[in-house]
């Protein structure tokens, strides 16, 4: 993961960069769905609380990949 944020005084904004990674069963074998994910944020302190105000979710690219040796 990486992520970048930038503080406002009780305002926040921020990317976070990640892989997500699903294991699908099919009769054929399992396969691996992968993800390039990107989350950009936006969060608002109340009292030492911060809460999320915005989620956006962005799929950059998505790969099948298959898995080796595996049954279903």
Do not use: C
Request: no cysteine; net charge negative.
């Amino acid at each position: 993961h990486d992520m970048d944020v930038i503080v406002d005084g009780d305002n926040a904004w921020g990317e976070t960069r990640s892989t997500a990674e699903h294991r699908i069963g099919a009769p054929e074998g399992d396969t691996l769905l992968v993800w390039a994910i990107r989350y950009q944020d936006r969060w608002r302190r109340a009292g030492e609380i911060w809460k999320f105000t915005r989620r956006t979710l962005f799929v950059d690219w998505e790969e099948l990949r298959p898995i080796k040796g595996t049954s279903t």
